[in-house]
Nanobody
Framework: QVLLEESGGGSVQAGGSLRLSCAAS????????LAWFRQSAGKEREPVAS???????VYAESVKGRFTASKDNAKRIMYLQMNGLKPEDTAVYYC???????????????????WGQGTQVTVSS
């Protein structure tokens, strides 16, 4: 059973937009908070955004004002709307889940229990 599955990646020019989706199983969506991470070639994986059950959203400073995370509870999907994309946004984007996410910070990496397979986002200049 696939617990988390990302989609929506692709190639765009700088300034363009993409919307990523993360479809979660019922168990994951109901019991865990969800987060987006990304990993660029040669770099460590970094958090992008997280949404807890209260609806509080945390963003990385590098994406504030450009990216918007949201959830559709009926479909059990978390989205990441990415506008104003920059070449430095190029990365594999992952959806992850943790038992708990605070209102003000990203979940502890050691608590991330489940990961999707990732979706590639490439932004050309």
């Amino acid at each position: 059973q696939v617990l988390l599955e990302e989609s929506g990646g692709g190639s765009v020019q700088a300034g363009g937009s993409l919307r990523l989706s993360c479809a979660a199983s019922e168990y994951i969506y109901d019991a865990y908070c969800l987060a987006w991470f990304r990993q660029s070639a040669g770099k460590e994986r970094e958090p992008v955004a997280s949404i807890n059950h209260a609806g509080s959203i945390v963003y990385a400073e590098s994406v504030k004002g450009r990216f918007t995370a949201s959830k559709d509870n009926a479909k059990r999907i978390m989205y990441l709307q990415m506008n104003g994309l920059k070449p430095e946004d190029t990365a594999v984007y992952y959806c992850a889940s943790a038992p708990w996410c605070s209102d003000y910070d990203f979940p502890d990496p050691v608590a991330l229990a489940y990961w999707g397979q990732g979706t590639q986002v490439t932004v050309s200049s």
